[in-house]
C-alpha cells in the first residue's frame, strides 16, 4: 500500500505545480512507473482512502489533493467551465482549418488539454500535416489565422489561436524531443486532446510513443466528447485538391513555403534552432517554437515537491 501511496502522492505533486486537484480516475491514469506489480484502479481507490483517513492527502468535492491546497478544487471548477468557451473558439476555427490541404490533425495542447486554461491563456494547438508537406501546411494555416484575426499578438493573447507545434504523420515519436527526466513531454502527449482527426493519428501517436508508458504505464488513447470534437468533412474533395497541388507545384511550393518562413522568423529562433536545441526545432518534418520552453523548471519543481511530501511518510 505504501508503494501505491507513492504513486499517487507524486501524481498530486505534479499537478498542484498547475494548481489542478483530480479524481481518482485522473490519478490512477498518471501513476509513474514504478518497480513491481501495478496497482489496479480498486488499490489506488483503496489506498486514497487511507490517506485521506490519516491526512495525506485532502478530498472535495469528487477531487482529491495535496494537504493545504483545497482552494484549487473550486478553481478547477471555474476553469473547466472557461474551457467550454476556449473549446468552441477552437472549433469554429478548425470547422474552417481542416479543409485546408495537408491538415490531417490538430490537438488542443498544454493547459487547456486538461480543461485547467486560465482566463488570459492562449490555445495552444499541435497540428499533423501530411508527409513532405510541413512547411506548406504551417503557412496556410497560419495564414487563415493571421486572416481571422485570432492569431497572438504583443499586446493580446487570451482566446487566440497559437501554432507552434506542427509535426508530419510520419514523425510522430517525440521522444528525441525530450530533455533529461522529462515528465513535462510524458504527461504532455497523454494529455493531448483530438480536437480533429482525419487519419487515424490519434490511435498511430499512442502507438508510436511506446516508450511513454515506461513513464506513465497507464496512458491511454484519448477519445473526445462530441462535444469538443469535429468529424471528417469533405476528405474526397480535399484528396483531389492535394492531388492537384502535388503535380502543378508540390516540391517547388513545399521549398518556397520553407524559405518564406525561415526568412520571416526572428533572428533569436532561427540561432535556438541552429544551436541544437530541442525547444526549438526547424525541421521538414517537425516545426516547434517554444523559445519559452519551461520543462527543466517544471521538472525540478516536481522533484522539490515530491520528496517534500514522500518525507511525510517516512
Known sequence: MKSVLEGILSALAYHDGFDAPLTAQEIFFALPATEGTRPSFEDVDAALAEACARGHVSSREGFYCLPGREAVVSERKSRYALAEGKYARVRKFLRLARHIPY???AFVCNTLARSNARPESDIDL????APGRIWSTRLIVA???ALLGVRPTATESADRICLSFFVTGDALNLRALAI?????LAHWLHE????YDEAGITRRSYVENGWL???LPETRVQTPSQR???PSSWLSGKRTIERALDAALGDRLERWSKRRQMAWLPPALRAAAGAGSSNV????????????DRRTEIRDRYREKTAHVLRALA
Open 281 to 292: 526545432v526547424l525541421s521538414d518534418t517537425v516545426l516547434k517554437f517554444h523559445d519559452h
Open 213 to 215: 508508458r515506461s513513464v
Open 192 to 195: 493531448l486532446y483530438p480536437v
Open 126 to 129: 499541435y497540428v499533423v500535416a
Open 143 to 145: 495564414g487563415l489565422a
Open 103 to 105: 491538415v490531417r490533425a
Open 228 to 230: 469538443r470534437a469535429l
Open 180 to 184: 533529461e527526466d522529462d515528465v513535462y
